[in-house]
């Protein structure tokens, strides 16, 4: 209903104010994200984990997380490291509110699955069900915006993908988990969703930002469990899940 109206009313809404770029310093006219901006998004550095898409690998293969506890989802596809223009116009989405932005931030996401041919394929078999991964409806409710829901529509949307059925629903409520360890965070995401049967679909589960991946652990061993057959991850940014491995600030430098 909320989002009917919102479809029904951005027209009017734009003429009265005019999209500007959510980005920090830039504010270019005629768009939520311009082309500059979506420029300097940066990819994720070579190598990251096969699995997770851990960045900052010493060297290529699994993290140390996937090769000690494989996740239930057979790859990650993130758009960039969660910095800079990316960063700002999740937060416009997420904590803001400005549902417009899922659109090129989807639609470029989209793009960059294809130009990376992702996920692989068998020959003659179609494309994944996009599936949002669902955040509480509390939390919903609180920020105004289901972000994983619109990202997974404007994703799909672009690529032509059909959307999963709702399947997977939040157990319980979770603890926040800014600032827990991976640890923590997983045994805090212990039950968290609830998946109705599948029938071996392939599903491709989509998030704004992957860290630590213990949401997306246990949503994907939610949905193994319940029947899925092959599940992927894709999400717009990546953070590192440690922060011990992270190059300091400055310039691009060059990546282990
Ligand atoms: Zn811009
Ligand atoms: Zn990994």
Same mark, same amino acid.
């Given at each position: 209903m909320?989002?009917?109206?919102?479809?029904?009313?951005?027209?009017?809404?734009?003429?009265?104010?005019?999209?500007?770029?959510?980005?920090?310093?830039?504010? %270019?006219?005629?768009?939520?994200l311009?082309q500059a901006?979506?420029?300097?998004?940066?990819p994720?550095?070579?190598?990251?984990?096969?699995?997770?898409?851990?960045?900052?690998?010493?060297? *290529?293969?699994?993290?140390a997380n996937?090769?000690?506890?494989? *996740?239930?989802f057979?790859? %990650?596809?993130?758009?960039?490291?969660?910095?800079?223009?990316?960063?700002d116009?999740?937060?416009?989405?997420?904590?803001?509110?400005?549902?417009?932005?899922?659109?090129?931030?989807?639609?470029?996401?989209a793009q960059?699955?294809?130009?990376?041919?992702?996920?692989?394929?068998?020959?003659?078999?179609?494309?994944?069900?996009?599936?949002a991964?669902?955040?509480?409806?509390r939390?919903?409710?609180?920020r105004?915006?289901?972000?994983?829901?619109v990202?997974?529509r404007?994703l799909a949307?672009?690529?032509?993908?059909?959307?999963?059925?709702?399947r997977?629903?939040?157990?319980r409520?979770?603890?926040?988990?800014?600032?827990?360890?991976?640890?923590?965070?997983?045994a805090?995401?212990?039950?968290?969703?609830?998946?109705?049967?599948w029938?071996?679909q392939?599903?491709?589960?989509?998030?704004?930002?992957?860290?630590?991946?213990?949401?997306?652990?246990?949503?994907?061993?939610?949905?193994?469990? %319940?029947?899925?057959?092959?599940?992927?991850?894709?999400?717009l940014?990546? %953070?590192?899940?440690?922060?011990?491995?992270?190059p300091?600030?400055?310039?691009?430098q060059?990546? *282990?």
């Open positions: 909320f989002d009917a109206l919102q479809r029904l009313f951005a027209p009017l809404l734009d003429l009265v104010f005019p999209p500007r770029c959510v980005v920090r310093g830039c504010r %270019a006219a005629g768009g939520w311009c901006c979506l420029n300097k998004i940066r994720l550095p070579e190598p990251h984990c096969l699995r997770c898409a851990e960045p900052w690998l010493v060297r *290529p293969g699994l993290c996937c090769l000690a506890d494989a *996740p239930d057979s790859g %990650a596809f993130c758009l960039g490291l969660y910095e800079g223009p990316l960063l116009a999740v937060h416009a989405l997420k904590y803001r509110g400005l549902r417009a932005v899922a659109k090129p931030l989807g639609g470029a996401l960059a699955m294809l130009w990376s041919d992702w996920p692989p394929r068998a020959a003659g078999a179609g494309p994944p069900l996009v599936l991964l669902p955040s509480h409806p939390r919903v409710l609180r105004g915006v289901d972000h994983s829901a990202i997974a404007s949307d672009r690529l032509g993908w059909p959307l999963a059925p709702e997977l629903h939040r157990g409520a979770t603890a926040d988990q800014v600032g827990l360890s991976i640890q923590e965070r997983r805090n995401m212990a039950d968290a969703f609830v998946s109705a049967a029938e071996r392939d599903l491709l589960l989509v998030d704004d930002v992957l860290t630590t991946g213990a949401t997306a652990r246990a949503a994907a061993q939610a949905l193994r469990r %319940a029947g899925a057959g092959t599940v992927w991850l894709a999400t940014a990546r %953070a590192a899940s440690s922060l011990r491995d992270r300091g600030p400055g310039p691009r060059s990546l *282990p």
